[in-house]
C-alpha cells in the first residue's frame, strides 16, 4: 500500500473548468459492498466516512466489511493512509477484531503514473465503471487528472475541481509526476474558438487528428504561417490555426473578473443545450454553464451546484432583491422543512433587473419579477440562496476561487485578494497529498426525485494565485 509524497506528487492546475462541473443533485457512488457486516460495525464505520469522505464526490472512503468464513475482513479504498488507520481504530473501539485488507491509494499496480491529462477534446467522468453509467462531469484536453486506481478499461479519477469520477481508458494520458510538470512547463495554449480542428498539415483540406473546444489546453511546437503547430498529451501532433488559440498565460493574466465581463461571456452562450453532467462548450448542466462562464473570467468554482452554494459570502435575500450585484450566483431548491435537510438543486447567475441566465432546457434568460414576460415562476418560489464570488475589485485571472476554505487557506477571509504563499498550483506542481473534503449535491434540472446532499457548515472560498497551495 503506497502513499505518495509531496515531493512526487505534480500540481494541480487551477484552471478547473471543467473546467469539472457535476451538475446538479445525484445519488452519490455508494461505499464498497458490506456482506454481511454487522450494524454496529457499520455505524463505526459511518462516523469515519463522515470524517474522511463527507461527500463521496469529492473524497474517497469505500470501506466495507465481510466474512470471509469466520473471520472479520475490512475491504475496500481510501484515499490516505490516516483513513485506513481510522477505520482499523473504529472497528477495534467497537469491539470488532477485523484483519486489514483496505488499500490506500493510487493503487501500487499504477506504478508511478498516477497522474492522467485529458487527450480527448472532452473526457466523460461516469458515477460507475461502465458505458450506461450516469455522467458525473467532463473534463477538458489538456487538464489534469490524479489516476486512483484501474478496473478493467476504467479508471478512478480525480479532477482538478476534487470530483471523483470513472474514465475509459483512452480518455487520457497516463503520466508520472515528472511527466505532468514537463507538460505543465510547456509553452501551452489555450482554446479560445468554440470549437475547431487539429489537421495533420497547415492547409484546410488536411485530414483531422482531433477536435478541440474552448478552453483546452495543447502545447505550442511552432509556428508555420498562419498555423500554429501543436501536440497533444498523447503526443499525438497537427496544426491548429491561429486564430482559434492564444498563448495561456498570457491569456491568464488579461482575465478581468468584473460583473460585466461575466455576463458578456454568459450571454455569448446563449441557447446552448443542457446536458446533465455536462460542462463543455458543447453543452452545459446548470452548475456546468457557471463554472465555465467564471473559468472564462478568471474565477474557479466547484463542480456541483451544492458545492458553489458554499463558496463566496451569502448575500442576504429580501423580497425587491435588492442586495444583488450583477455577477452573484443564485441557487435554487428547497428550504429545511419538517426534519427535512435544506437541498441545492439549480444555480444561475443574476444580471441585474431581476434577470438571472441559467443552463435549463437550453442556457436562457429568465426574470424573477412575477410580472415580466420572462418569469419563470418555479424559481421565483424556489430562489433559497445567493452568493458573491467575484473579488471586490477586479483581480488578476491568476486569482482563483478554487474551493472551500479547508487548510491553511481557511485563514483567508472570503473577498480578500491575497494568498497564503505555499506551494505552487499555476499548474501542476508538487503539492501536499492531502485532498480536502466537502459536501454533496448536484443541481439537476428538477430531478427533486434524486438524493438529497447533506449539507455542511458554510465556508469561504480562498482567492488563489499560482504561488499558492492546491487542494491535493
Known amino acids: 500500500m503506497q502513499q505518495p509524497t509531496p515531493a512526487s506528487l505534480a ?24 456482506s454481511p457486516a454487522p ?36 475491504t475496500g479504498d481510501v484515499a490516505t493512509a490516516a483513513a485506513r488507520t481510522d477505520a482499523l481504530a473504529a472497528a477495534r473501539a467497537a469491539g470488532f477484531h477485523a484483519r486489514d485488507d483496505i488499500t490506500v491509494l493510487p493503487e501500487p499496480a499504477l506504478g508511478e503514473a498516477t497522474w492522467g491529462l485529458v487527450c480527448l477534446s472532452v473526457a466523460t467522468g461516469r458515477e460507475l465503471p461502465d458505458n450506461p453509467a450516469e455522467m458525473g462531469t467532463q473534463e477538458l484536453m ?8 484501474r478496473a478493467g478499461n476504467w479508471y478512478l479519477v480525480q479532477t482538478a475541481d476534487r470530483y471523483v469520477a470513472w474514465m475509459e481508458e483512452g480518455s487520457f494520458q497516463p503520466c508520472t509526476a515528472a511527466e505532468l510538470n514537463a507538460w505543465n512547463q510547456s509553452p501551452l495554449l489555450l482554446v479560445t474558438a468554440f470549437e475547431d480542428q487539429i489537421l495533420e498539415a497547415p492547409h484546410p483540406e488536411a ?19 498562419d498555423w500554429l503547430s501543436v501536440e497533444l498529451p498523447d503526443r499525438r501532433t497537427g496544426y491548429l490555426p491561429k486564430p482559434a488559440a492564444e498563448d495561456y498565460a498570457a491569456w491568464k493574466q488579461s482575465r478581468q473578473s468584473t460583473p460585466e465581463a461575466v455576463e458578456r461571456t454568459a450571454r455569448s452562450l446563449l441557447g446552448r443545450p443542457y446536458l446533465w453532467g455536462a460542462n463543455s462548450p458543447k453543452a452545459f448542466d446548470c452548475s456546468g454553464f457557471t463554472k465555465f462562464v467564471f473559468f472564462l473570467n478568471g474565477v474557479s468554482l466547484d463542480r456541483n451546484a451544492s458545492h458553489q452554494a458554499r463558496q463566496g459570502v451569502e448575500v442576504p435575500l429580501d423580497s425587491r432583491l435588492a442586495r444583488l450585484n450583477k455577477g452573484d450566483l443564485l441557487f435554487f431548491g428547497r428550504r429545511p422543512h419538517h426534519g427535512r435537510p435544506e437541498r441545492v438543486i439549480h444555480t444561475g447567475i443574476y444580471l441585474g433587473g431581476h434577470l438571472f441566465i441559467h443552463a435549463s432546457d437550453r442556457v436562457r434568460i429568465s426574470s424573477l419579477d412575477p410580472a415580466s414576460p420572462l418569469r419563470d415562476e418555479h424559481r421565483i418560489r424556489t430562489l433559497i440562496h445567493a452568493r458573491r464570488v467575484l473579488p471586490a475589485a477586479a483581480a488578476p485571472s491568476h486569482d482563483l476561487i478554487i474551493r472551500n476554505g479547508q487548510g491553511p487557506q481557511a485563514r483567508i477571509r472570503a473577498g480578500t485578494p491575497a494568498c497564503t504563499p505555499a506551494r505552487s498550483c499555476g499548474t501542476l506542481m508538487p503539492c501536499s497529498p492531502r485532498m480536502p473534503s466537502t459536501g454533496t449535491g448536484r443541481d439537476p ?27 491535493w
Do not use: N
Open 39 to 74: 450494524p454496529a460495525l457499520e455505524r463505526a464505520l459511518q462516523s469515519v466516512r463522515a470524517t474522511h469522505a463527507p461527500d463521496p464526490h469529492l473524497a474517497i472512503f469505500r470501506v466495507g466489511a465481510t466474512y470471509r468464513g469466520s473471520t472479520l475482513v475490512l
Open 207 to 225: 485530414q483531422p487528428v482531433s477536435d478541440v473546444v474552448m478552453g483546452g489546453l495543447v502545447k505550442k511546437t511552432g509556428e508555420t504561417g
Open 11 to 34: 500540481a494541480l492546475l487551477a484552471v478547473a473548468l471543467g473546467a469539472g462541473l457535476v451538475s446538479c443533485s445525484s445519488p452519490p457512488p455508494q461505499p464498497v459492498a458490506a
Open 142 to 149: 489538456g487538464h489534469p487528472l490524479r489516476v486512483w486506481k
Open 445 to 471: 434540472l428538477d430531478r427533486s426525485a434524486r438524493s438529497a446532499s447533506s449539507k455542511r457548515a458554510s465556508s469561504s472560498p480562498v482567492l488563489l494565485s499560482p504561488s499558492s497551495s492546491c487542494w
